[in-house]
């Protein structure tokens, strides 16, 4: 009892203290190591850091090096540190045992489902290389498509934002100079004149400078709130796909992400129902998403492909029929590729055409808004020098 009772004195004296500090830093490092696993798991990569994650990874393997290894080098040359405390986790999975694949599901918001999927081909067929090269380039015309739909769509925002400051510029600080020289005429004015100085009065007042954030946000609140909801996602989507000049070029867009990733997943040797689950995830349209939901439940019923997607009144005869080809010769995905690549063309020209129309029209519309201010600024001096 003694013995034991020295040794009890002895673990509080000395062992005690260097347990307590132990304690201590384990509990520190276990607060940081959940802190930051969760910050990492939240966090978003943008998609050209991804591209850049894949290629590199892509060209570390073919030279041969280990994959953890190939991982441990990457997250030393990230300069994203949540995006490299990522990878280095990812790594570490590798080392106890776990599987690409698996670990890259742990971070849902930085892997997509299609690049699992892919992930999950390449390892189970042994071209786990090759499939982290394709990933790359589904990627980089990802990015592609992406940056050309961004660059027509903006020349609208810009007309519009030109057009808005243009028109308050003069309504704010040249319109009101005429309103006091029409007061000291004392004559009757015209009605386009008139809707002018009122709408100057209106937006030089102080409750235009309030009540016009607040309306905008609630506006803004309001879509947010009823894009989220199916329905309105739905319309919302719809009302896209229709709109004049945008609305094909949207289409096109989506069709060639759509081909683009099918074909990957389908070179990748993922069966056709289980690379249209994934490819759920590439479309940013509803419609197309419902489109692609349809088609996998009537491949799974013995439907061909080609005769599910029929069913779409958006999809182009000629999308249906390049597809009814490669089923009927046995080259489906070799079709489905044929496809991506005619659309991405077409994005191409549509991009080009619409780039070039938008410009004389942003001269057009604002000239128009400036032209119609002068005219009404003027027509009570005509009115003068008439009667005179």
């Known amino acids: 009892m003694a013995e034991y009772g020295e040794l009890d004195n ?9 347990n307590k500090e132990n304690k201590k830093n384990s509990l520190t490092n276990l607060n940081f190591s959940l802190f930051d696993s969760s910050n990492t798991k939240r966090i978003k990569i943008n998609l050209k850091t991804k591209l850049i ?5 892509s060209v570390i393997l073919q030279s041969g090096v280990p994959l953890s290894q190939g991982l441990d080098l990457l997250s030393e040359n990230i300069t994203n540190k949540k995006f490299a405390k990522c990878i280095d986790n990812i790594s570490k999975d590798l080392g106890s045992g776990k599987d690409l694949s698996n670990s890259f599901q742990n971070y849902p ?3 997509d489902p299609i690049v699992v999927g892919l992930i999950e081909a390449g390892e ?24 050309q739909i961004t660059g027509a769509l903006i020349y609208p925002v810009i007309l519009l934002a030109l057009a808005l400051t243009v028109s308050l510029g003069l309504l704010i600080f040249i ?3 005429f309103e006091e020289l029409f007061d000291g005429l004392g004559a009757k004015l015209p009605a386009l004149t008139q ?3 009122d709408l100057s009065r209106i937006v030089t007042s102080t409750n235009f400078f309030i009540i016009t954030p607040i309306v905008v946000f609630l506006v803004l609140y309001f879509f947010k709130q009823y894009y ?4 309105g996602r739905l319309l919302v989507d719809t009302l896209l796909l229709r709109l004049p000049l945008f609305g094909d070029l949207i ?3 989506e069709l060639a992400s759509l081909s683009d990733t099918f074909s990957t997943l389908l070179n990748s040797g993922l069966p056709i129902t289980e690379a249209l689950e994934k490819c759920i995830a590439s479309s940013s349209n509803q419609l197309v998403k419902n489109s692609i939901i349809r088609s996998i439940s009537m491949v799974k019923e013995g439907q061909l492909l080609s005769y599910s997607f029929s069913n779409s009144k958006f999809i182009p005869r000629l999308f249906i029929s390049m597809m009814k080809i490669g089923e009927e010769t046995g080259e489906l995905s070799f079709m489905i590729e044929k496809i991506a690549n005619f659309y991405k063309r077409e994005v191409d020209e549509a991009v080009s055409v619409l780039t070039k129309a938008m410009e004389p029209a942003v001269i057009f519309v604002v000239s128009a808004i400036v032209g119609t201010i002068v005219v009404a600024l003027y027509l009570p001096m005509f009115s003068l020098l008439e009667k005179i």
């Open 53 to 57: 994650f894949f290629r590199q990874l």
């Open 124 to 147: 189970a067929g042994g071209i786990l290389s090759e499939v982290l090269e394709r990933i790359a380039l589904l990627l980089e015309e990802q990015s592609k498509l992406k940056g």
């Open 175 to 177: 319109v009101p100079t």
């Open 195 to 197: 809707f002018m100085l």
């Open 109 to 111: 918001r930085i892997f």
């Open 251 to 253: 289409l096109r867009s």
């Open 10 to 18: 002895i673990s509080l004296k000395n062992i005690s203290p260097i």
């Open 228 to 231: 989220s909801t199916n329905s």
